[in-house]
T-cell receptor, first 113, second 113 residues
Framework: SQQGEEDPQALSIQEGENATMNCSYK?????LQWYRQNSGRGLVHLIL?????REKHSGRLRVTLDTSKKSSSLLITASRAADTASYFC?????????????FGGGTRVLVKP | DGGITQSPKYLFRKEGQNVTLSCEQN?????MYWYRQDPGQGLRLIYY???????QKGDIAEGYSVSREKKESFPLTVTSAQKNPTAFYLC????????????FGPGTRLTVL
């Protein structure tokens, strides 16, 4: 199984609502990152949280990290139709060579206008 | 997608043929990566290169080959030994101020006819 597993696999919300998705991982990490992918496109980096951080904000994004539970959450507040995309967590394990990241399977978010 | 280009955007291959996917970057980044993404799935690492003339296998290297003769270029060849090559292929780089964040190209969709 993959290092990062997102939950739920899919999420459908109305515009203006908040969207929350979770990521669990198995091994010790240096950092955890969230990426967004619009359909048929490359991934775009959203936010990085380091293992010694518990919460980070960027605009309408809020990320938390609980290393004791090996889990992270991504909250998108006041969602917009343009937030419709797949969201992936990626972990940077402590002993990974070459700054390799391990990606989860993603959460597909649909924001309905 | 920044300064990373992938070509072609769509590629069709007959069974038994080798095909080469291009990835070029003008970000002056040292490290480059190739990922495979299957429908509804996360990314899996094929090969990565931290420096010119050096590269390492990722998690699913069988049936693929790469070269890194120039810093700007990291082409991926999908050989006839890859039994199920139909997928979306993404190239990424890291470097500059942060070696943790990956920057992705727009991807190449490969279909075997």
């Amino acid at each position: 199984s993959q290092q990062g597993e997102e939950d739920p696999q899919a999420l459908s919300i109305q515009e203006g609502e908040n969207a929350t998705m979770n990521c669990s991982y198995k091994t010790s990490i240096n950092n955890l990152q969230w990426y967004r992918q619009n359909s048929g496109r490359g991934l775009v980096h959203l936010i990085l949280i380091r293992s010694n951080e518990r919460e980070k904000h960027s605009g309408r994004l809020r990320v938390t990290l609980d290393t004791s539970k090996k889990s992270s959450s991504l909250l998108i507040t006041a969602s917009r139709a343009a937030d419709t995309a797949s969201y992936f967590c990626a972990t940077g394990p402590v002993k990974a060579a070459g700054n390799k990241l391990t990606f989860g399977g993603g959460t597909r978010v649909l924001v309905k206008p | 997608d920044g300064g990373i280009t992938q070509s072609p955007k769509y590629l069709f291959r007959k069974e038994g043929q080798n095909v080469t996917l291009s990835c070029e970057q003008n970000l002056n980044h040292d490290a480059m990566y190739w990922y495979r993404q299957d429908p509804g799935q996360g990314l899996r690492l094929i090969y990565y290169s931290q420096i010119v003339n050096d590269f390492q296998k990722g998690d699913i290297a069988e049936g693929y080959s790469v070269s890194r003769e120039k810093k700007e270029s990291f082409p991926l060849t999908v050989t006839s030994a890859q039994k199920n090559p139909t997928a979306f292929y993404l190239c990424a780089t890291t470097g500059g101020g942060s070696t943790d964040t990956q920057y992705f190209g727009p991807g190449t969709r490969l279909t075997v006819l």
